[in-house]
């Protein structure tokens, strides 16, 4: 069965430093990982996907991560946090072998001080 | 390009009553998904459905619920004789294909009195 992990559900930065949203996930064969922000009262927006391929994957506005076969992870990062990125974050995986819908975690709230 | 049209955005049902949720997917979409959302916490998956079927139910409880999405028109998320537990954000997903990022609407927000 799938599953992730945020392991943390807030994440305080200061304005322009770097950002790391941790993410770890567990499924049965090669995993599809996405991330996704949620503004309030918004539906969630799509930053970034790993399919295949290379591990540091680039995404919308300016957010990349690293997949870590090895360590199971994930990890959302971003080299210089802006005020507007203060959201919540979601990390998902869908299973290769036949799974239809995406697992979400729980959610990491990211509050970037300026 | 209009993005995934979830209406209405608001809900009041009183316990007892139908609530039927809407959602328009991407022009181009035909996968829709259905996830629940309660406070604080991440998205339950709920169902998938391709144009006029039922791919994957796994996630919908087995008694009154129910979803359909027909050859013309929006996808319906029916719930019967509702309770108050059943008052969450109920988000809708659309996508090309099965794996492809899925795109969401602002969901609908039900509220039981």
């Known amino acids: 069965a799938q599953s992730v992990a945020q392991p943390e559900d807030q994440v305080n930065v200061a304005e322009g430093n770097p950002l790391t949203v941790k993410c770890t996930y567990s499924?049965?064969?090669?995993?599809?990982l996405f991330w996704y922000v949620q503004y309030p009262n918004r539906g969630l927006q799509f930053l970034l996907k790993?399919?295949?391929?290379?591990?540091l994957v680039k995404g919308s506005y300016g957010f990349e991560a690293e997949f870590n076969k090895s360590q199971t992870s994930f990890h959302l990062k971003k080299p210089s946090a802006l005020v507007s990125d203060s959201a919540l974050y979601f990390c998902?995986?869908?299973?290769?072998?036949?799974?239809?819908?995406?697992?979400f975690g729980t959610g990491t709230r990211l509050t970037v001080i300026p | 390009n209009a993005g995934v049209m979830q209406n209405p955005r608001h809900l009041v049902r009183r316990r007892g009553q139908e609530a039927r949720l809407r959602c328009s997917p991407m022009?181009?979409?035909?996968?829709v998904y259905w996830y629940r959302q309660l406070p604080e916490e991440g998205l339950k998956f709920m169902v998938y459905?391709?144009?006029?079927?039922?791919?994957?139910e796994s996630g919908m409880p087995k008694e009154r619920f129910s979803a359909e999405f027909p050859k013309e028109g929006p996808s319906i998320l029916r719930i019967q004789q509702v309770v108050r537990g059943d008052s969450a954000a109920y988000f809708c997903?659309?996508?090309?294909?099965?794996?492809?990022?899925?795109?969401f609407g602002d969901g609908t927000r039900l509220s039981i009195l």
């Open positions: 997903a659309s996508s090309t294909a099965q794996y492809q990022p899925q795109h």
């Open positions: 499924v049965s064969g090669n995993p599809y």
């Open positions: 790993y399919i295949t391929g290379d591990n």
């Open positions: 998902a995986v869908a299973d290769q072998t036949g799974a239809n819908n995406l697992f």
């Open positions: 022009k181009g979409h035909s996968h």
């Open positions: 459905l391709q144009k006029e079927n039922i791919i994957d």
